[in-house]
């Protein structure tokens, strides 16, 4: 597995820096003062930077390091659709559980491969626990769109995004003690599939995908970005159990369901009145911002690799 | 006091006040917003909305670590000085200055403590609507603010706006829930050459009210 790890790191590297390149030269070349999308594009590139080492040191650690980087990351994600969503202060008890319980029982139940209650300890348990202590309070003012939103945020910050470490559990024969290279495949897929959609986007964008939702998607954008990122995702078949067919069919379906994903977080964030999540990452927004194709992409990656090739 | 007990209590100010900065960040990723006016070291009373004990401690952890030794909150000293615990929690740790609602001497008279803090050079938190609120609206302000200001026109009063406090750590409450807030820093506010008490108290809470950056609700 070292051998792999390595080419993915070198991999990164050397298309950052040609990132980083590429921004020096652009903003070298146009005129002053920088246009926004320049100096936002610098600023993703800088975060990527960051995002990237940090992705890299959780993996030395090995099982440790995904379970509690996720476990922030659905902290960090969680906090911004909770400052979304409306509450009322009888709503506090239930808000503290989610933090406090919720998700650290959720990260417990991945790194203890317990499957049969990760799956339905937030669909099942959750769903019914949480409206019925909002209940016991009494206040009935906005009760379903509170418990909606409630359930909404848990899904999507920590069901969701909980499945991306529990690919770890996974037991794929032949690929034993290499799962960690799953999750460093879907990763780099989806958030490729993301940095290629916004490339395709800007180089050929014309046709809006849906104007209402997101302005800045487009029909180009998506077709040049999912073809792209399928050949991405066959170029990589390498560090996974798929055949290089596979592998571009896996990523296409992991991409698809990523574009999705950003297209939901956008029509939530318009009907909040917000253009993004949060500010936690210089140039991308929130959290949330850069893993809404992650929280739609990594259940279904996840149940794919486990019908089809555990045993 | 002793050099040693000075230093230790300075060491155990520095440590508390950075301590809870970090926290107040960690729970809340709490953002200054300079809409109006600019970080400085110029001597000022902020004056802020009220709905919860954290409102100063994220109020402060906007402010620079050199500004934060020298601004001093007020708080009420029916709750802080209840006991000695508190007290402690208040005066030593948090370096706030008490102030009795029912206060009997002219020593004890609200407007001569924080004008004593003021002469020592140090800036304020104040909050004018005088106790913690559990309304949506914000209360009518208290006459404090334009006492302050006819005595020390020289000393800039800065609306801050204090957003999602109440929903973070509610009246009644320990246990904070970590959402995200902002602190909006306004323009500052001057009493106008003639300008009647009631009228700037008015203008001084629009102000502050400006700030609010959440569209009109309709809850």
Request: glycine share 6%.
């Amino acid at each position: 597995m070292r051998h792999e790890i390595s080419i993915l790191i070198i991999g990164l590297f050397v298309v950052l820096s040609t990132a980083s390149i590429t921004a020096g030269i652009l903003s070298m070349r146009a005129p002053k003062p920088l246009s926004p999308t320049l100096v936002n594009l610098t600023q993703r590139i800088n975060a990527w930077w960051v995002m990237v080492a940090l992705m890299t040191v959780a993996f030395f650690f090995g099982r440790y390091g995904m379970t509690i980087l996720f476990a922030l990351i659905s902290f960090a994600a969680l906090r911004e659709f909770v400052t979304l969503t409306h509450s009322r202060r009888s709503d506090h008890w239930v808000l503290l559980g989610m933090f406090g319980i919720v998700i650290p029982f959720q990260y417990w139940l991945v790194w203890t491969a317990w499957y049969g209650l990760f799956v339905i300890f937030i669909p099942v348990y959750c769903f019914l626990l949480m409206p019925a202590i909002t209940a016991l309070h009494g206040d009935t003012e906005r009760f379903l769109e509170r418990v909606s939103a409630q359930q909404w945020a848990i899904m999507i910050s920590v069901y969701c995004v909980s499945h991306v470490p529990a690919l770890l559990t996974l037991n794929v024969p032949g690929f034993e003690g290499r799962n960690l290279l799953l999750v460093a495949f879907l990763i780099i897929v989806v958030q490729g599939s993301d940095v290629l959609q916004y490339i395709f986007g800007k180089l050929f964008g014309k046709h809006r995908f849906s104007p209402n939702v997101s302005p800045s998607k487009t029909w180009e954008g998506l077709i040049g970005g999912l073809v792209a990122s399928s050949l991405l995702g066959a170029l990589l078949s390498f560090i996974t159990p798929f055949s290089p067919l596979q592998a571009s069919a896996v990523a296409f379906v992991a991409c698809t369901m990523g574009f999705l994903g950003g297209l939901v977080a956008s029509a939530i964030k318009r009907d909040q009145g917000v253009k993004d999540w949060g500010h936690l990452i210089e140039g991308h927004g929130g959290m949330l911002d850069r893993t809404d194709s992650l929280v739609f992409a990594a259940p279904i990656f996840f149940h794919i690799v486990r019908y089809f090739w555990t045993v | 006091m002793s050099k040693l007990a000075l230093r230790t209590y300075t060491l155990l100010q520095t440590v508390t006040s950075v301590g809870l900065s970090a926290m107040a960040w960690a729970v809340t990723g709490v953002r200054p917003i300079w809409s109006g006016s600019q970080p400085s070291d110029r001597q000022r009373i902020y004056f802020a909305n009220h709905t919860s004990h954290g409102d100063f401690i994220l109020l402060s952890a906007c402010l620079s670590e050199t500004e934060r030794a020298k601004t001093h909150a007020i708080a009420a000293a029916e709750y802080w000085g209840k006991s000695r615990l508190r007290r402690f929690i208040a005066e030593d740790m948090l370096s706030s200055v008490l102030i009795s609602r029912t206060w009997t001497s002219e020593a004890e008279h609200p407007i001569s403590i924080m004008l004593s803090v003021l002469e020592q050079g140090h800036s304020l938190i104040i909050f004018p609507e005088g106790t913690r609120n559990t309304s949506d609206e914000l209360l009518p302000f208290r006459s404090g603010l334009y006492n302050l200001s006819m005595a020390r026109p020289d000393v800039e009063l800065i609306p801050c706006w204090i957003e999602n406090m109440s929903r973070v750590l509610p009246k009644g409450q320990f246990l904070p829930v970590p959402l995200l807030c902002r602190v909006v820093f306004g323009a500052p506010v001057a009493v106008a050459p003639g300008e009647e008490r009631r009228a700037f108290l008015q203008r001084a809470r629009e102000a502050l009210l400006a700030l609010d950056p959440r569209p009109d609700r309709d809850d």
